[in-house]
């Protein structure tokens, strides 16, 4: 017998679904929606909708037009009463009209299935709310949902996953949200039963389960009920069923298949219940439990453990616990950077369970530490952390998504998190995790508070809109550009929060001037535009009218934008019955400058190809570091690494980091030098390279790759004024490579390190402590015979000058090792204290010993010059 095709499955499914219906009530929807059908075959949801058409075409399926889309068994109102549908109805109405002509609707006894229609879509409920409802969990909760929404009575479920991933709590969600749609009733119960208490006496394991009647054993006096009487109408959670014996499991079958048991004790007489099984197992279902149980059980969910679940989940449960405890000591709580990255990304191998307990363990010890030297907050220490957590800090997880999250973090100083604050969690998403869907601000909000932000620190206009150009760049490749599937945010999903009126006039608007916009308008950008228009209607209904900073030169530096806006607006206008604010104009033409750039992506890649273990890492890292970007790409060629490997890998990195403007390739010499040539031939991607770089070199050509109207040629014709050798498709000879001075030729770099440094100091003049340090610096390394690098006098740079303000301050570090380096390093403690002598006394302070240990530490470890004790 052969298997059925995908088109077949999606037939049987649907019929069954029809079949199931009770036409007795005038306000639900009867039909079933393509994605309703994806959940419970577990067939991509594009390939259901596209046999539930092909089914249309062949007449076995009608298809009702309208918001969502439904589906039903044609051939079932045929057989069942005679009724002939169309195979496409133009809306409901025209269906519901029908059903009342027929004498269908209204007689027959309604049914729990009735419900199992419009309240998919609902969002406000348990299992949405789940941390990772729209990323780890998207696949569990869509089976959740459709195991309790199946007619009649659902399906029973088992949930698998390691120790401490949430089963119970999956389980207790799957409960609240069948009370949350009316599938239960709200006085069903929930009750667990952990099967290991009971595994080794299956009397009493039957005793507890089923209950008993008077005399079914010694000591038994009277009638005992079960769990099974408490869990009718309900749900029976059997946590570790794995420990059920196999006569344990057989006990089952009975109630499983036909809602009825026998209470122990019993012979004749059968009880009925009505009860939906979930279980759970840390174990392999099929190596633990009989067959004929699993078989009886048709929905297994499998739950990720922590290491699988996205670092934005993990931060989330990690505010969230903390929020618990603060809560439960009525207490702020406080913590660092460092202790909040090491939670992030220390082994948690008992994951969210072991997660939890360590975050209480971690905050008892800080209330103890608070009940002794009592404050405002209670603190977290990264010190008081146990070595394993703290161990986090030296893992790290590379993700764009990643870089987002550390960097939000970064940015702020503290944490506090009041358990007081009853909002703190959706506080915490709003600032880190904003949803594509429900913003308190949406995009053109950020432009304004962006404006008034710098325009308060007296920045120039000019100034003003290329660094909100940037973020808006930033905004629009995280939200609009992002490469998450659609189906995360979907039409009907923006109709919870967007009027169809709203909607429908985007559109209209947005496709009046499609080909105008040439192919950048996706779905996504239209359901974004939607959102801020209908916050737009809901400011003008309360008379609040934004005006744009900037909009009298909108029109000037983007006048192709500003034409195409004015024409959207217009098109708003007429179809929204409303006059839209000239000023909405420019934010308009500010979106679709975002939307240009974002999906051009203007800027060249930048790919360093260096011999040596880490030579390129090394100098990419420089580049990226100073001018705080993650564009520069690294490819280290080991010596003993054949050229053939490196191509490969070379192509694949071009590939990837080609944005449509070509990849200049940045190498030291040999076969490298020729790669050019045979990467565009076999990427057909323009590149062009440099030989001979050196650090400098590499900072250089990574800003100016980053300017958006400069061309691969043209940053290859500026960076040949520099008499620099050039290669590229149509260039075999090599040009005179004069050698770049360190200190004179580096304009750039030095005048990067001086802005960096006045960004980073409070008081401290960045000029002059970048030339007295530099010459300090030099002068130490000479006499300790090494040579100065950019890495080197970027650490030195930055600790020195800030060491130099807390000394002035008065504000200096203690070191708990000074004697130790003393002995171990005594020529560089030597040469580090004479030097700095006249760094001293140009800022006339005394710097003592605690800090230049330090300092003596930090040219010991780069240079990596051991020492020598002297006792």
């Known amino acids: 017998m052969t298997a059925p095709t995908r088109v077949e499955k999606v037939y049987a499914k649907l019929r069954e679904l029809t079949s199931s219906l009770s036409f007795s009530n005038n306000n639900v929807k009867y039909g079933f929606e393509a994605g309703y059908i994806s959940g419970l075959t577990g067939i991509d949801r594009a390939n259901v909708s596209r046999e539930l058409n092909t089914l249309v075409r062949m007449g076995k399926v009608t298809k009702i037009k309208g918001k969502p889309v439904l589906y039903l068994d044609r051939t079932y109102f045929r057989e069942k009463w005679n009724i002939y549908l169309n195979p496409v109805l133009e809306d409901y109405a025209e269906f519901l009209s029908m059903l009342k002509e027929k004498g269908i609707l209204g007689e027959q006894k309604n049914i729990a299935n009735d419900k199992t229609d419009l309240n998919l879509k609902l969002l406000d409920n348990s299992l949405d709310s789940l941390i990772g409802a729209q990323h780890s969990l998207k696949e569990q909760i869509t089976k959740a949902k459709a195991a309790i929404l199946y007619p009649v009575d659902g399906l029973h479920t088992l949930i698998v996953g390691p120790t401490g991933v949430g089963k119970t709590t999956f389980a207790e969600a799957m409960y609240e949200y069948a009370i949350q749609l009316g599938v239960l009733p709200k006085k069903s119960s929930f009750i667990p039963f952990n099967c290991a208490d009971y595994a080794e006496n299956v009397q009493l394991l039957m005793s507890q389960l089923f209950g008993y009647v008077k005399g079914a054993f010694t000591g038994a006096d009277k009638e005992k009920r079960g769990l099974i009487d408490e869990a009718d109408g309900g749900i029976l959670f059997l946590d570790e069923v794995h420990r059920l014996p196999p006569e344990g499991q057989e006990m089952l079958f009975t109630l499983i298949d036909k809602g009825i048991y026998r209470r122990l004790g019993e012979s004749d007489n059968t009880r009925k219940a009505k009860v939906r099984v979930i279980a759970a197992t840390t174990e392999d279902p099929e190596s633990v439990l009989l067959r004929t149980f699993l078989r009886r059980i048709p929905v297994v969910i499998q739950l990720p453990s922590l290491e699988k679940r996205t670092l ?71 010190s008081k952390l146990a070595l394993h957590i703290q161990e986090g800090l030296l893992k790290i997880r590379q993700s764009k998504q990643d870089e987002g999250i550390f960097a939000e973090i970064d940015r702020r100083k503290d944490f506090v998190i009041d358990g007081r604050n009853t909002g703190a969690v959706s506080e915490i998403n709003k600032k880190f995790f904003i949803s594509h869907c429900e913003t308190e601000e949406d995009f053109y909000e950020m432009i304004i508070n962006d404006w008034i932000e710098y325009n308060k620190a007296g920045l120039p206009p000019e100034e003003i809109r290329a660094i909100i150009e940037g973020h808006i760049k930033e905004y629009y490749e995280e939200n609009v550009f992002s490469r998450q599937p659609d189906s995360l945010l979907n039409r009907e999903v923006v109709l919870k929060f967007v009027s169809p009126k709203v909607l429908e006039a985007v559109e209209y608007a947005f496709y009046s001037v499609k080909d105008e916009l040439e192919g950048l308008i996706e779905r996504r950008v239209l359901y974004t535009i939607a959102l801020h228009i209908s916050t737009l209607l809901e400011r003008l209904k309360k008379g609040i009218v934004i005006s744009h900073g900037d909009k009298a030169n909108i029109g000037k530096d983007y006048p192709h934008e500003y034409t195409i806006a004015q024409k959207i607006k217009a098109k708003l206008d007429e179809k929204l019955s409303v006059q839209i604010p000239e000023s909405e104009i420019a934010f308009l033409t500010m979106f679709l400058h975002a939307l240009r750039i974002g999906k051009k992506d203007e800027s060249i890649g930048i790919l360093v190809i260096m011999h040596g273990d880490c030579t390129a890492s090394a100098m990419a890292n420089v580049a990226n570091t100073l001018l705080g970007v993650n564009h520069a790409r ?52 323009l590149t062009r390279t440099i030989g001979m770089v050196s650090t400098p070199i590499v900072i250089e050509a990574t800003r100016k790759a980053l300017m958006p109207g400069i061309t691969l040629d043209e940053l290859v014709m500026e960076l040949k004024s520099s008499y620099f050798t050039i290669y590229d498709n149509n260039d075999s000879i090599t040009a005179e490579h004069v050698q770049i001075d360190f200190g004179d030729n580096l304009p750039f770099f030095k005048k990067n390190l001086i802005e960096i440094l006045d960004k980073t100091l409070i008081f401290l003049n960045p000029n002059k402590a970048y030339d007295i340090l530099e010459d300090t610096l030099k002068k130490i390394l000479s006499d300790i015979c090494c040579e100065i690098d950019e890495e080197i006098l970027i650490k030195f740079l930055f600790h020195c000058s800030c060491m130099i303000e807390r000394v002035i301050r008065g504000d200096s570090l203690h070191h708990n090792n000074l004697d130790f380096v003393r002995k171990q390093q005594p020529v560089l403690f030597e040469a580090v204290k004479k030097h700095f002598e006249s760094t001293e006394e140009f800022f006339g302070i005394s710097i003592p010993d605690t800090e230049l240990a330090y300092v003596v530490e930090m040219i010991g470890t780069y240079y990596g010059l051991v020492g020598t004790y002297i006792a």
């Not at 948690?348 to 971690?362: A, E, F, S, V, Y």
């Not at 694949?652 to 045979?678: E, H, P, R, W, Y």
């Open 634 to 685: 690294a490819l280290d060629m080991p010596l003993d690494e054949k050229v053939e490997v490196v191509l490969d890998k070379a192509c694949d990195i071009v590939t990837q980091i080609d944005k449509g403007k070509g990849v200049l390739l940045l190498v030291d010499m040999g076969s490298l030098t020729a790669f050019s040539n045979i990467i565009s031939q076999r990427t057909q991607i």
């Open 312 to 382: 934005k989940e993990r931060f989330m449960f990690i505010h969230q616990f903390f929020w618990e405890e603060s809560r439960r000591i009525e207490l702020p709580i406080k913590i660092s950077k460092e202790v909040l990255k090491a939670l992030l990304l220390y082994d948690c191998p008992g994951n969210i369970g072991q997660l939890k307990n360590d975050i209480r363990l971690i905050c008892a010890k800080a209330f103890l530490e608070h009940m002794m030297a009592p404050s405002e907050t209670v603190e977290i220490e990264f």
